[in-house]
Nanobody
């Protein structure tokens, strides 16, 4: 089972950018679909973005479309989330998740379909 470690969180002003990184160890990274979730204080988890094994299938929440980009580098066992035009409402703990998939295009539909999680990294956007 993969182990996931996130990095790249921090404090940024509204309108700024951050890039989150999630490095996986263990089983072959290219057998996993990957996702990013966030949880703001007092709120439920939100599925922010997901990417299939091959990168051909990508999901974005409506709240981040056009501002966030998910991409993966299978050679480096890494999935990244580029976050631009950040807003105070993007403040949350961001976690990456992984789920083994037998097909290259399949993508989990929500957090209940991901089996492996990282510890999370805090992103704070000041106004």
């Amino acid at each position: 089972q993969a182990q996931l470690v996130e990095s790249g969180g921090g404090l940024v002003q509204a309108g700024g950018s951050l890039r989150l990184s999630c490095v996986a160890s263990g089983r072959a990274f290219d057998t996993y679909a990957m996702g990013w979730f966030r949880q703001a204080a007092g709120k439920e988890h939100e599925y922010v973005a997901g990417i299939s094994r091959s990168g051909r299938t990508i999901y974005y929440a409506d709240s981040v479309k056009g501002r966030f980009t998910i991409f993966r580098d299978n050679a480096k066992n890494t999935v990244l989330l580029q976050m631009n035009s950040l807003k105070p409402e993007d403040t949350a703990v961001y976690s990456c998740a992984a789920e083994p998939k037998t097909t290259s295009w399949a993508l989990p539909r929500g957090m209940h379909e991901y089996s492996t999680w990282g510890q999370g990294t805090q992103v704070t956007v000041s106004s």
